[in-house]
């Protein structure tokens, strides 16, 4: 029997773009006991496949070790990405992430969001040094979280928000 074909992506070419822009990106997880307290840290920067399937958002493993332990643990992901400036904000559940080595480019690609980050803030009165310093350092501990969304949500304010997306 010939294997099934994968689902269409969940991720617009948009939403991607979205995604990868200097958005603030805080990532959160439970902990593998059960406990519903969320364990969260603030990304530096996100990478979403070729493909739209799967999506990587770059942490400093420093800072994001309780985080990592709870997604270890349970695979469970919830990625909020809000684009200060507007407001703009989706949201991206996952059940399979898993931490991962950074890829070569990574250094590279948290240094490009750092700027474009503190691009957006500065089109809302912030400096540039307070900027950098809400963005984890990009420093040897950069590692990833990879994971397969299952479900986006509007998180904009207003009446949307909330409101589960549909595949495009």
């Given amino acids: ?10 991720l617009s070419e948009t939403q991607v773009a ?9 990532v959160a997880s439970v902990s593998g006991d059960g406990n519903p307290y969320p364990l969260l840290a603030r990304a530096c920067g996100c990478q ?23 997604l270890r643990a349970s695979g469970s992901v ?7 400036s507007t407001h703009h904000s989706l949201q991206l559940k996952g059940r ?11 250094p590279a690609r948290a240094a490009a969001y750092r700027d ?5 803030l500065a089109r809302i009165g912030f400096s540039d ?16 979280v990879v994971f397969t969304p299952d479900s986006v949500f509007d998180q904009t304010p ?11």
């Fill in 96 to 106: 399979d992430a898993r931490v991962t080595a950074p890829a070569a480019d990574d």
């Fill in 129 to 144: 040094a307070y900027a950098r310093a809400v963005i984890p350092p990009t420093d040897a501990s950069l590692a990833r």
């Fill in 48 to 70: 979403v496949s070729a493909d739209r399937r799967q999506v990587a958002v770059l942490l400093s493993a420093t800072q994001a070790a309780a985080l990592f332990a709870g």
């Fill in 116 to 120: 474009a980050f503190a691009a957006d």
């Fill in 1 to 10: 029997m010939p294997a099934s074909p994968p689902p269409d992506p969940i």
């Fill in 18 to 26: 979205f995604l990868e822009s200097g958005v603030s990106i805080n």
């Fill in 158 to 168: 207003g009446g949307n928000a909330g409101q589960r997306l549909t595949r495009t």
């Fill in 78 to 84: 919830a990625v909020v990405f809000n684009l200060p």
